[in-house]
């Protein structure tokens, strides 16, 4: 079994930051990517950053400039540093890593329980 736990949200006025992290675990051979998503409340999951395995990035339009994600490839964590947050930043951040597994063949898309970000104006 393989599970992502993130830790980092919470309650943040405009402009402030926060530091998100996301720790992979249990019967872990590699990872490849991993990502940050978001899901605000009525809409649909979209992706706001994602790191390689050789450490390439790519981000939303929305957060380019504000938002760096990086990894440690040795505690197989992944961070996404958030700063000059905005009301429309609200939701719910989901990490996903694409995992092979000791005892499954092949990658598999994992994700994390979620955590509440929430930007106050």
């Known amino acids: 079994q393989v599970q992502l736990v993130e830790s980092g949200g919470g309650l943040v006025q405009a402009g402030g930051s926060l530091r998100l992290s996301c720790a992979a675990s249990g019967t872990i051979f590699s990872i490849k990517n991993m990502g940050w998503y978001c899901q605000a409340p009525g809409k649909q999951r979209e992706l706001v950053a994602r790191?390689?395995?050789?450490?390439?990035?790519n981000y939303a339009n929305s957060v380019k400039g504000r938002f760096t994600i990086s990894r440690d490839n040795a505690k197989n964590t992944v961070y996404l540093q958030m700063n000059s947050l905005k009301p429309e930043d609200t939701a719910v951040y989901y990490c996903?890593?694409?995992?092979?597994?000791?005892?499954?063949?092949?990658?598999?898309?994992?994700w994390g329980q979620g955590t509440q970000v929430t930007v106050s104006s």
């Open positions: 996903a890593a694409a995992v092979r597994s000791t005892i499954l063949p092949g990658f598999r898309d994992y």
């Open positions: 790191i390689l395995s050789d450490g390439s990035t």
